[in-house]
Structure formats: C-alpha cells, structure tokens
C-alpha cells in the first residue's frame, strides 16, 4: 500500500510570509504527527492529530498550526515566516496514537 | 531539556565489525523505546523497538538493549555493513504525554 505522502517536497519562501504543508497518511491510519528537524536537534515534536483532534502539541509557538480532515490528511501552516524555521519538516503515521510510527519524506522549507 | 540524548554525533565502523549506537534517556514514564535510520532526503525508517518490560529485542544482525537502572539503551548492528550508513535516531514513546520524544542522532559511517 502507499505509504506517508508529502507535498510540496522542496518549498523557498520569504521572511513574514506563511506557508501551507500537507501530509496524507497511509490508508486506514488515524493519527498524523508533525515533527522539525534541524540540523544537530534531531526530531522536535509539533503536534499530533487522531480522528481530526488534536491530542498534543509540543513546544513552539502558535504561528505554528495544523489541521487533520474528517480522511485523516492532514496540512500544518506556519504564518509570518522567520528565518529560523528553515527546516525539513515530517509527518508520521500510525494506525493509532502510539504505534509505529511511518515517516513520509518529508517538506524541506526554505526561508530567505 | 533534553528528555532522549544521543550524546555521540558521528561514529565510524568497519564493515564486518560490531556498531554500537547510544542513547539516554531521564524520563522514567517511557512505555517503550524505538530505533529509526535516516538516509539523506529520505524521511525515518522504522528499525526495531523494545518495551520497557523488556531488556533485550533482537531482530536479525539489529538487538536493542535495555538498562532501566541506567536509564540507556544501545543498539548493536553485527555484522556492520556499508549499507548500514546513515543517521540513527532514537525515540521513546510515553502514552500519557501521547509523544514519541528522540534524540539528536548519530552519524554511523561503515567503512568498507
């Protein structure tokens, strides 16, 4: 079966502007996860959504969002770009909150 | 405050010869420990995985190591291989927080 879909897979934007990301889980999975990873952080947690709710969020600001729809894709926003935000970002996926997780390849965001 | 450390950056091995991957963790609470490997411009795969009851899954030329007492895991890839260069990253899985939490990573590099 598939597995996790993201798009766009590369994406340039600029300072102050905001950008739409979107993840479509593999079939049948509830739970979509995003996660930041820069270089020498490793994978920092935003958010989790099961049956389009969102169970957890982790540590950054709310100029980061997100949103699971009633097929569980799901799309995150991050509104008034900095520079700081240039990043790969994933989404993950398991059949329920906790499980194996699946990665998609994830959206490499430039900010300039 | 780092909760899952993986304190070495990089790591060489020779083909053929014994991987040992390191990680810490402080939060007693994990329900279970994973393992993924990351190649360049691909998102994490799923390696292996161990519950916290547990001290020791093997699976294959991969076994994960549990120490509760010390709060570490490892896992050991016999016999490396080339093919077995990439970022590992650990992550631990606490149900109440509903958060898979890795660590940084570790570069292992097989030298053929």
């Known amino acids: 079966k598939a597995g996790v879909t993201q798009t766009p897979r590369y994406l340039i934007k600029t300072r102050g502007q905001q950008v739409t990301l979107s993840c479509s889980p593999i079939?049948?999975?509830?739970?979509v996860s995003w996660y930041q990873q820069t270089p020498g952080q490793g994978l920092q947690f935003l958010f989790e959504y099961f049956s389009e709710t969102q169970r957890n969020k982790g540590n950054f600001p709310g100029r980061f969002s997100g949103r699971q729809f009633s097929n569980s894709r799901s799309e995150m926003n991050v509104s008034t770009l900095e520079l700081g935000d240039s990043a790969l970002y994933l989404c993950?996926?398991?059949?329920?909150?906790?499980?194996?997780?699946?990665f998609g390849q994830g959206t490499r965001l430039t900010v300039v | 405050d780092q909760q899952v450390k993986q304190n070495s950056p990089s790591l060489s091995v020779q083909e053929g010869r014994i991987s040992i991957l390191n990680c810490d963790y402080t939060?007693?609470?994990?329900?279970?420990f994973l393992w993924y490997k990351k190649y360049p411009a691909e998102g994490p795969t799923f390696l292996i995985s161990?519950?916290?009851?547990?001290d020791k899954n093997e699976d294959g030329r991969f076994t994960v190591f549990l120490n509760k007492s010390a709060k570490h895991l490892s896992l050991h890839i016999v016999p490396s291989q080339p093919g077995d260069s990439a970022v590992y990253f650990c992550?631990?899985?606490?149900?109440?927080?509903?958060?898979?939490?890795f660590g940084s990573g570790t570069q292992l590099t097989v030298l053929p």
């Open positions: 079939s049948g999975h509830r739970s």
């Open positions: 161990i519950s916290s009851i547990k």
């Open positions: 993950a996926s398991s059949l329920i909150a906790g499980g194996e997780a699946f």
């Open positions: 992550a631990a899985w606490s149900g109440s927080a509903r958060q898979l939490t």
């Open positions: 939060n007693s609470m994990f329900d279970y």
